[in-house]
């Protein structure tokens, strides 16, 4: 009888993550820097200055990506068999790590090498070519990674709009709806990966978080209560 109660708080914890990483997400990139300058050495400069937030930033959302992926993976463990949910665990594991190199690139290592190599340079111009190429790298994982979790949205909101609960289909709806668009619109060349462009994406698919967040929790509570 004393392990009912930890039962159900174990079951409750992945979607409480889950709703707090949509949230979370959301709000961090809020605060996500952007370079300035008129010329490649202002920019330069300007990425080597804002190192630091962007190192936390980026560590802010690695973090909710690894504990959506985790939660995730736990309430597929414990849903009844689906292809669909097994299709989507296994798109989100590829996008995931996509998104988690991204985020690597982009906030240690790029900051890491500018604070090192312009010191060291006769002028600012000669560290550039790293720069791009890991400019590029961060931009093609990002990609990868927005294509390849917005499916993994879209092919577990297929399972919940199969169920007869209102929320569910609901959040299956938006699911399909907001990973469907974001695939398109990447696809299409209409959203870029820049500062403002993933904010778009962390917003859409926040928002499936909370709904499915706020899903699982019902439906946890209303089985605990048979």
């Known amino acids: 009888m004393n392990d009912i109660p930890q039962r159900q708080s174990a079951m409750k ?50 973090a909710t990506v690894v504990g959506v992926w985790f939660a995730l993976a736990d309430i597929a463990r414990q849903s009844p068999p689906s292809g669909w949910v097994w299709l989507a665990m296994r798109l989100y594991s590829i996008g995931a790590s996509a998104m988690l190199g991204a985020a690597l690139i982009s906030g240690f290592i ?9 010191p060291a340079v006769a002028v600012p111009n000669d560290a550039l070519p790293p720069v791009l190429l890991a400019f590029s790298a961060n931009q093609v994982l990002a990609g990868f990674g927005t294509l390849f979790m917005s499916a993994a949205i879209a092919a577990w909101s297929v399972a919940l709009i199969r169920t007869r609960d209102r ?20 696809a299409d060349g209409l959203l870029s990966l820049d500062v403002a462009g993933m904010t778009v994406v962390v917003i859409a698919h926040g928002a499936w978080y909370c709904l499915f967040g706020c899903w699982s929790l019902r439906n946890r509570r209303l089985k605990s209560a048979f």
């Open 167 to 186: 929320l569910a289909r609901a959040c299956g709806l938006y699911g399909i709806g907001a990973g469907a668009a974001c695939v398109v619109a990447y």
């Open 110 to 118: 790029m900051g890491a090498y500018l604070q090192r190599a312009l």
């Open 13 to 62: 914890l992945p979607a409480i993550v889950i709703i707090g990483a949509g949230i979370t997400g959301a709000i961090v990139m809020a605060f996500h820097p952007a370079a300035q300058g008129l010329d490649v050495e202002a920019r330069l400069n300007s990425l080597a200055s804002i190192s630091a937030l962007s190192m936390h930033v980026h560590m802010a959302m690695m």
